[in-house]
């Protein structure tokens, strides 16, 4: 089945430091891919998303590029700021009998320090 | 105006009680989801109701019912409260039809089982 595959966490990073979370994925045809964002005691917000191949991705100042030659879809950010700490989900949209359903990696938390 | 809200945000309960989460999105949205976040932040999809017509139910016990009153609401009666159930349970929504099916997610219900 569908599947998706982020690198363990915990990242910690010092502030304006380069972030890259890595996240492959496994499904039969072209998904569409995402990154949602945790923050703390909060509920998920999506950060970004690409529906085909090459699509890039952005908001907030990070990019993910949908690379259906290596199934990836990496998340970066040239300059992290303390308040992007916060756990990370990479998640793909599944197909078949799960209508609009995600499917989430393990989710990797990131620790931005001063 | 908050998009998806859930109710309470925290609930502490006795094993083998029996405890509901409401749900409600003012979105406006056909589909809405149930997931549950373990200790270690996976997040897995319980519940998928379209319309009020239940879509997706993957693996889960009997003692979980979600019920739809309709469209904008979808709330969670859990029977006979097991430790294993404490987690973090999300609702979220989202619009089919619309290419991405983006989902909203509420601000979650940790429910402590002692």
């Known amino acids: 089945g569908d599947s998706v595959t982020q690198m363990e966490g915990p990242v910690t990073l010092s502030e304006e430091a380069f972030l890259t979370i890595n996240c492959t994925y496994t499904?039969?045809?072209?998904?569409?891919l995402f990154w949602y964002v945790q923050y703390p005691g909060e509920g998920l917000q999506l950060l970004l998303k690409?529906?085909?191949?090459?699509d890039k991705g952005s908001n907030k100042g990070f990019e993910a590029t949908y690379r259906k030659e290596t199934t990836s879809f990496h998340l970066e950010k040239g300059s992290v700021q303390v308040s992007d700490s916060a756990v990370y989900f990479c998640?793909?949209?599944?197909?078949?009998?799960?209508?609009?359903?995600?499917?989430f990696g393990k989710g990797t938390k990131l620790s931005v320090k001063p | 105006d908050t998009a998806v809200s859930q109710t309470p945000k925290y609930l502490v309960t006795q094993m083998g009680n029996d405890k509901s989460i409401k749900c409600e999105q003012n979105?406006?949205?056909?589909?809405m989801y149930w997931y549950k976040q373990d200790s270690k932040k996976f997040l897995k999809i319980m519940f998928s109701?379209?319309?009020?017509?239940?879509?997706i139910n993957e693996t889960v016990p009997n003692r979980f019912s979600p019920k739809s009153p309709d469209k904008a609401h979808l709330n969670l009666h859990i029977n006979s409260l097991e430790l294993g159930d404490s987690a973090v349970y999300f609702c979220?929504?989202?619009?089919?039809?619309?290419?991405?099916?983006?989902?909203?997610f509420g601000p979650g219900t940790r429910l402590t089982v002692t």
């Open positions: 499904a039969t045809g072209y998904p569409s």
């Open positions: 109701y379209n319309n009020k017509e239940l879509i």
């Open positions: 979220a929504s989202s619009q089919p039809g619309q290419g991405m099916y983006e989902q909203y």
């Open positions: 998640a793909l949209k599944g197909y078949g009998g799960s209508q609009g359903n995600l499917i």
């Open positions: 979105l406006g949205h056909d589909t």
């Open positions: 690409a529906t085909k191949a090459d």
